[in-house]
DNA sequence: TATAATAATGACTAACTGGTCAATTGTCAA
DNA sequence: TTGACAATTGACCAGTTAGTCATTATTATA
């Protein structure tokens, strides 16, 4: 472990027990064993280490997600994937995720605002989209209904497993939501929000060519030693700047630079870069 | 408007914007037009302004809540009450009930905590009666199933009109949830946790005769004008030293001192008071 | 071993915090 | 107009914060 990524993790540790602002750069070096000046050789600042936790978690998180929808075939099964993948991370990463609940938005740097914005509507487009293909007969408005329970059945499951703490049976607890989403699809007719708001839950974050070749280099950096990644990779830098490989080469390329968090983002954000593309 | 209530509403907006910790008591002072050394002639500390808003809050809200659902004969409408009490509530008052949403624990006096928690006990408490009631026909685990699903409702729904601002039909929105809820209890089967849960759930407060008796002479303080609440209160204290009343009597002196908030909560704990005194 | 390059230190600064209190201002009855 | 009393002020204190930088320790290289 890199003395960068120590200081991430002990940070992580002392955000979730005291909360960003009342955690101090001398907390957090004492914790990690090292003096206050080499903290700021690995940080700029404070705030680019809480931006660094945060945009490390959330890339992940969104691109774990993504993984574990897009590989399953049956539509039946999405939306359980969906939340196992959510729950599973919360409770590996609960110290991060307990900062995620609480602290909301309160003296958070401008920039990194905006960055949670853009995650929290990936989150929700994700959310949608398996909501659109679960529950492709239900009408918007009533998607629109479906969206807002799951997310209030997952804000309700993750604070009792990281606020209280207790033992919690994930599958169990998918099931049971599962269910419920199932039966509300079938039974519900009252919706509470206009369909309009559909479109403000989701809006597409701006995603240039030259971010997602930044990404893909990155991937490529971390995986030197792998010659399918970094491959893989080259061709689909390629492909963005020429395109003329068919989309099932594409889809083969990115699963093979999937093999960790920085290449399952890229994977995503390529993905998402493609999707708006042909979409236009 | 004394003083005190100014500092205490200016105090609300900025902590609604910038958070408990990081709005300064200078900034409170300067947005409130008074020095320094006027805050602290109101209050102790930054910690004793706090504390009081949290505790105004709090006990009207959970005071007008008891009132709306035992002021509601229908069993049938209970649960509608209840969310149309909590809704209205954080609507009028979206700057506090941003700070209660946001703001969950970090680097709160330890006091604050602990009432804090008997507040959310309360109002776990106020919501599993109202399931019970409402849906009796249910069993236990399944009772907390809806008690997940509803806080969890409840909780999406707040974020949304708080944090995004947008208008919203409280009405069609408490009338939503209704239907869900119904629809969980009628068709929903499996339970994701242990219902010992229920009873951590709604951990009873230890309330002392002494605490209430002091509850009553605030409101007989706060209105002395009015002798219809002040002997009321004063037959209820007597009753509490030496019981003879019929509990007919006592349900509508209860009833006279509920004028004002301090009389609701003085209500709602005479009445748990006697709750806990007749279950031993 | 000697030298250059890099990593790490911790005393220091300037700004801000909650909280205090001697000094000033305002009020009102005599 | 005076004087007693209460209300109000803001300079001030001790403590803490994020961030800097001249100095020192460590490592790699020749």
Redesign the pocket.
């Known amino acids: 472990m890199t003395?960068k990524q120590l200081i991430m993790a002990k940070s992580i540790e002392l955000f979730a027990e005291y909360g960003l602002e009342a955690?101090?750069?001398?907390?957090i070096t004492e914790r990690c064993?090292?003096?206050?000046?080499?903290f700021?050789?690995y940080f700029?600042?404070?705030?680019e280490l809480i931006f660094s936790i945060i945009d490390d978690f959330m890339s992940s998180f969104i691109a774990n997600i993504e993984q574990a929808v897009s590989s399953q075939e049956d539509r039946g099964k999405l939306l359980y994937d969906f939340l196992y993948a959510v729950f599973t991370k919360f409770e590996e990463q609960a110290d991060f995720a307990k900062i995620f609940l609480k602290e909301h938005s309160f003296s958070l740097n401008r920039d990194l605002l905006q960055t949670l914005k853009n995650y929290r509507s990936m989150f929700n487009r994700l959310l949608l989209s398996v909501i659109q293909k679960q529950y492709s007969e239900l009408k918007a408005d009533m998607q629109l209904e479906l969206f807002f329970s799951i997310n209030g059945f997952m804000k309700g499951y993750s604070e009792f497993i990281l606020v209280d703490q207790l033992p919690a049976d994930l599958e169990r607890i998918c099931r049971a939501i599962v269910e419920k989403a199932g039966i509300i699809a079938r039974y519900a007719h009252i919706s509470s929000i206009s369909e309009d708001y559909l479109e403000a839950l989701g809006v597409e974050p701006e995603i240039s060519k030259e971010a997602v070749i930044t990404l893909l280099k990155e991937t490529v950096q971390e995986n030197k030693h792998d010659p399918l990644v970094c491959e893989s990779a080259f061709l689909l830098m390629e492909d963005l700047e020429k395109p003329q490989l068919k989309d099932v080469f594409i889809e083969g390329l990115l699963n093979n630079i999937r093999k960790n968090n920085s290449g399952k983002w890229a994977a995503y954000m390529y993905r998402q870069y493609k999707m708006k593309k042909s979409g236009e």
């Open positions: 003395k955690t101090s750069v001398q907390q064993g090292i003096s206050k000046g080499a700021y050789l700029k600042s404070k705030d």
